[in-house]
């Protein structure tokens, strides 16, 4: 018996000494994440062009999460679509998200339901739609108002390949 719980200690003690909280010598980088053209987007109100856009995609779930999050910032001329499977409220918010932007909501049809402007950067405050919408638009802060964009105006998208 003795030399079983002389063992027992011998065991504890190695994994005290080899699992015990170790300062790690690794790094972590950040890199930050750069625009990749998946498509153009126009936006119109009746059947005036109002401004076109280069956009990123996200229609999965991990793009879907990660948004716009860990950027600097976006040129002007582009934009993030965001696809949903089905038309349902939304509900956006500003987590890790390190610069200002207008939230555009847009239903099944393709129309403009409601707007979320100049979201504040890291803000975790949720920014809900104010009706269905499949489709989420973010672009920089005033955008929306220096293209006059209101409920009821439509976009028109093509993806690339």
Same mark, same amino acid.
Request: hydrophobic residues 40%; aromatic residues 12%; glycine residues 6%.
């Given at each position: 018996?003795?030399?079983?719980?002389?063992?027992?200690?011998?065991?504890?003690?190695?994994?005290?000494?080899?699992?015990? /909280?170790?300062?790690?010598?690794?790094?972590?980088?950040?890199q930050e994440v750069s625009f990749t053209k998946?498509?153009?987007?126009?936006?119109?109100?009746?059947?005036?062009?109002?401004?076109?856009?280069?956009?990123?995609?996200? /229609?999965?779930?991990?793009?879907?999460?990660?948004?716009?999050?860990?950027?600097?910032?976006?040129? /002007?001329?582009?934009?993030? @679509?965001?696809?949903?499977?089905?038309?349902?409220?939304?509900?956006?918010?500003?987590?890790?998200?390190?610069?200002?932007?207008?939230?555009?909501?847009?239903?099944? /049809?393709?129309?403009?339901?409601?707007?979320?402007?100049?979201?504040?950067?890291?803000?975790?405050?949720? @920014?809900?739609?104010?009706?269905?919408?499949?489709?989420? @638009?973010?672009?920089?802060?005033?955008?929306?108002?220096?293209?006059?964009?209101?409920?009821?105006?439509?976009?028109?998208?093509?993806?690339?390949?």
């Amino acid at each position: 018996m003795k030399k079983f719980l002389a063992c027992i200690i011998l065991v504890s003690g190695f994994l005290l000494i080899t699992c015990g /909280d170790k300062k790690s010598d690794k790094k972590v980088i950040k890199q930050e994440v750069s625009f990749t053209k998946e498509g153009t987007l126009s936006l119109f109100k009746k059947d005036s062009l109002l401004v076109k856009l280069d956009i990123e995609i996200a /229609d999965n779930e991990y793009e879907t999460q990660t948004g716009l999050m860990y950027r600097k910032s976006m040129q /002007d001329d582009r934009g993030m @679509l965001f696809i949903f499977p089905n038309s349902q409220q939304r509900y956006f918010y500003m987590k890790n998200t390190e610069f200002s932007i207008d939230i555009i909501y847009l239903d099944e /049809d393709n129309k403009i339901v409601s707007i979320q402007k100049n979201a504040e950067p890291f803000n975790e405050n949720s @920014l809900p739609s104010e009706g269905p919408a499949k489709y989420v @638009l973010e672009v920089n802060a005033g955008l929306s108002d220096k293209w006059g964009l209101e409920a009821g105006n439509f976009m028109v998208f093509e993806k690339l390949n």
